[in-house]
T-cell receptor
Framework: AQKITQTQPGMFVQEKEAVTLDCTYDTSDPSYGLFWYKQPSSGEMIFLIYQGSYDQQNATEGRYSLNFQKARKSANLVISASQLGDSAMYFCAMSPRGGYNKLIFGAGTRLAVHP | DSGVTQTPKHLITATGQRVTLRCSPRSGDLSVYWYQQSLDQGLQFLIQYYNGEERAKGNILERFSAQQFPDLHSELNLSSLELGDSALYFC???????????FGDGTRLSIL
C-alpha cells in the first residue's frame, strides 16, 4: 500500500536552531516524487520542496533541505536557522507515477518555534 | 501568492443543500486537483482533471462531482450535504506529472 508516515505529531525548536521533521514512505512504484508543504494557522498550503526518486542530489531550497535516503524510504525535511514564522503544520506527501500525480499526505507535524 | 484562485473562501449552508466551489488554476497549468482536509480524515485526494478530461479519482463520494471547463477553470459540486462534509476544500494545479502542485487558499465549508 502507498503510505506516508510522519511519526512526530508535534515538535518545538529554539529560534535560529535547525530542526528535522521525519517522513517515511511506502511505495512499490519505481518512479515517484516527494514533497513537503507548510500550512500556517491561516490555512493555506505552501509548497516548500520537491525530490524526485531518481534525483542523485538532495534537494535544497533556501533554508529548507530534504534528506533523501532511498534505501530507508525516508525523506526528512531539515529547516536551518528557524524563524518564528516557521511555526506551522508541515506535511510530507508522495506522488507515485502510477497515481497520475495525486498526492498522498502524511498526518503532519506541528512545529512551534520558540524565541 | 500561489497563483491558484479559489472562491468562495467561506461557505455556510445547511444539510441537504448543494454548493459549487470554483477554482482557477495557475496560468499554463493544465492539471487541476481537488483535495478535502478534515480533522478525522486528514488531507485526501478527491479528483484530478487534465485539460478538460477526468484523469484520476480518489475518495470522492457519489454526491460529489467536478468538471474542468475549456478555459481550464474547475468546479466541484457537492450535493445532499451532510454534517460530515464540513471541511476545508483545496484546489491545486500543476504543469505535469511529478511536478509540484500549487494550492489555492481553500474554501472552508461549514454545514449547520
Amino acid at each position: 500500500a502507498q503510505k506516508i508516515t510522519q511519526t512526530q505529531p508535534g515538535m518545538f525548536v529554539q529560534e535560529k536552531e535547525a530542526v528535522t521533521l521525519d517522513c517515511t514512505y511506502d511505495t512499490s512504484d519505481p518512479s515517484y516524487g516527494l514533497f513537503w508543504y507548510k500550512q500556517p494557522s491561516s490555512g493555506e498550503m505552501i509548497f516548500l520542496i520537491y525530490q524526485g526518486s531518481y534525483d542523485q542530489q538532495n534537494a535544497t531550497e533556501g533554508r529548507y533541505s530534504l534528506n533523501f535516503q532511498k534505501a530507508r524510504k525516508s525523506a526528512n525535511l531539515v529547516i536551518s536557522a528557524s524563524q518564528l514564522g516557521d511555526s506551522a503544520m508541515y506535511f510530507c506527501a508522495m506522488s507515485p507515477r502510477g497515481g497520475y500525480n495525486k498526492l498522498i499526505f502524511g498526518a503532519g507535524t506541528r512545529l512551534a518555534v520558540h524565541p | 501568492d500561489s497563483g491558484v484562485t479559489q472562491t468562495p473562501k467561506h461557505l455556510i449552508t445547511a444539510t441537504g443543500q448543494r454548493v459549487t466551489l470554483r477554482c482557477s488554476p495557475r496560468s499554463g497549468d493544465l492539471s487541476v486537483y481537488w483535495y478535502q482536509q478534515s480533522l478525522d480524515q486528514g488531507l485526501q485526494f478527491l479528483i484530478q482533471y487534465y485539460n478538460g478530461e477526468e484523469r484520476a479519482k480518489g475518495n470522492i463520494l457519489e454526491r460529489f462531482s467536478a468538471q474542468q471547463f475549456p478555459d481550464l477553470h474547475s468546479e466541484l459540486n457537492l450535493s445532499s450535504l451532510e454534517l460530515g462534509d464540513s471541511a476545508l476544500y483545496f484546489c491545486a494545479s500543476s504543469v505535469g506529472d511529478l511536478q509540484p502542485q500549487h494550492f489555492g487558499d481553500g474554501t472552508r465549508l461549514s454545514i449547520l
